[in-house]
């Protein structure tokens, strides 16, 4: 079957260590078996690491890192000439949550 892919290995972990404080880890694996999703007949790996503070009721801002590991060389570089297999990104957050 093409057009599928699949995501092998979700693990995830969530710890709350007070109200407002918690850290969160995440690994993923996966296959784009017809390089559908990503452009790329690949595997991917990925891990992140979040700590998450939830100041007020409704708002948490969140700290992120994380880095992705390919089996092939599918990531172009900064200098758009050469390639990697892997990278990594970082990302601060601001999120309400509401109810309808």
Do not use: M
């Amino acid at each position: 079957v093409t057009g599928v892919q699949t995501c092998a290995l979700p693990i995830f972990a969530n710890y709350k260590f007070t109200e407002q404080w918690r850290v969160a880890f995440r690994g993923e694996i996966f296959h784009d078996e017809d390089g559908y999703k990503t452009g790329v007949v690949q595997d991917w790996r990925e891990v992140t690491a979040t700590l998450g503070h939830i100041p007020l009721k409704n708002w948490e801002l969140r700290a992120e890192a994380r880095h992705d590991f390919f089996n092939k060389k599918s990531i172009l570089k900064k200098n758009s000439v050469s390639s990697s297999n892997s990278q990594q990104s970082y990302a601060l957050e601001a999120i309400y949550s509401f109810s309808l």
